[in-house]
Every structure is written in C-alpha cells, then in structure tokens.
C-alpha cells in the first residue's frame, strides 16, 4: 500500500505520505538435527561400514514460511513567499 496526500493552503504546502510492504516468503532450508548424525565413529569402523550409533530425526514441516514487514512514513512543510 503506498498512499500521499498533499494540500496547498495560501502560502502553505503540507505533504504527508505513507509507504506499507509485506513480504511473505518460505525457507526451504532443513532444520537442526534433521541430516543424521553419526556417535563412536572411529576409523575402523568406517572402514569395515560398522558406526556405533546413527540417529536420524526427521523436520515435522520441510518448509517454513516466514513475513517481512516494512513500513515508511514523512511529512513536509513547504513554506512559500
């Protein structure tokens, strides 16, 4: 939304305006913990395809929709002879 007003009154100029804008966007990006992790690797047991313990947690949500808000106002006086 973007609106200005402006209003000549004699030697008067007045002006005000403002300026709304929303953003809505979505995040594809995984979130914490959700690509697996490996615990008591060692170099061994990489080799021979043995891992002490594999945890994987899976995203309830694979995206996540996020807003941006901005906002902008003014206002002038223009004082002419």
Not at 32 to 38: C, H, I, Q
Not at 64 to 70: E, K
């Amino acid at each position: 939304m973007v609106d200005d007003f402006s209003k000549i009154h004699g030697p008067h100029n007045f002006k005000f305006g403002v300026n709304f804008r929303r953003n809505d966007i979505t995040d594809y990006s995984p979130g914490l913990f959700t690509t697996g992790e490996t615990i008591g690797e060692t170099q061994k047991n990489f080799f021979n395809g043995t891992a002490g313990v594999f945890t994987q947690a899976f995203n309830t949500r694979p995206t996540q929709p996020v807003t941006l808000y901005a906002l902008g106002l003014y206002g002038q006086l223009v004082w002419t002879r």
